[in-house]
């Protein structure tokens, strides 16, 4: 079983539609949780930080931790054709931040306007 | 959130050749980078963690003497891609670890070895 799995995509979906992004985990080690955007050929910019289950909610995007589950979403709501991107989750064990971080393959996300 | 850049943006490069790829934090002193590297419709994989004044770790399978990392100060680190190959070619990013333990990229750099 891989440590992260996240569906590819592409998934595409008219402007102003909710989406939904998921990722599922294997390492009980995983205490942070995190959504990157990044644009083709460009770094990842961070989306949303999250430490505990439950939900965060910052402007459009909402991120969602279900630990018991092992399984996060991001929730974008009004979609944008600015929002079209790869988002990948990422995780960060117990130690911290000074080790790296594990990422999804990323989904990429089409908005079309 | 942290200011990263990386140079150079896109670098091509004949086979055996080494090439140098510079990481700055423009805002604040890092004493930890990440190198990661991306192939295409590929995550995002860890090569090395860079702490300054001291040895890189570098991630299992990947080779500290064909991947030269030095982190000589909190601004700067630098990865050099020694004695390059085609398939050495990927999408190189770092990022920089900030007092509150958050990761922020740099742009990336696209590497081509012909």
């Known amino acids: 079983q891989k440590e992260v799995e996240q569906d590819p995509g592409p998934l595409s979906v008219p402007e102003g539609a909710i989406v939904s992004l998921n990722c599922t985990y294997s390492?009980?080690?995983?205490?942070?949780f995190m959504w990157y955007r990044q644009y083709s050929r460009k770094g990842p910019e961070l989306l949303m930080y999250?430490?505990?289950?439950g939900n965060k909610e910052d402007g459009r995007f909402t991120a969602q931790v279900d630990k018991s589950s092992k399984y996060i979403s991001l929730f974008i709501r009004d979609s944008q054709p600015s929002d079209s991107a790869t988002y990948l989750c990422?995780?960060?064990?117990?130690?911290?931040?000074?080790?790296?971080?594990?990422f999804g393959k990323g989904t990429h996300l089409i908005i079309q306007p | 959130g942290a200011v990263v850049s990386q140079h150079p943006s896109r670098v091509i490069c004949k086979s055996g050749t080494s090439v140098k790829i510079e990481c700055r934090s423009l805002?604040?002193?890092?004493?930890?980078m990440f190198w990661y590297r991306q192939f295409p419709k590929q995550s995002l994989m860890l090569m090395a963690t860079?702490?300054?004044?001291?040895?890189?770790?570098?991630e299992q399978g990947v080779e500290k003497d064909k991947f030269l990392i030095n982190h000589a100060s909190l601004t700067l680190s630098t990865l050099t891609v020694t004695s390059a190959h085609p398939e050495d070619s990927s999408f190189y990013i770092c990022?920089?670890?900030?007092?509150?333990?958050?990761?922020?990229f740099g742009p990336g750099t696209r590497l081509l070895v012909l």
């Open positions: 990022s920089v670890l900030d007092r509150g333990q958050t990761q922020y």
């Open positions: 390492n009980s080690a995983f205490q942070y």
């Open positions: 805002d604040f002193q890092a004493t930890t």
């Open positions: 999250t430490y505990s289950s």
């Open positions: 990422a995780f960060l064990n117990s130690g911290g931040g000074a080790d790296g971080l594990t």
């Open positions: 860079s702490n300054e004044g001291s040895k890189a770790t570098y």
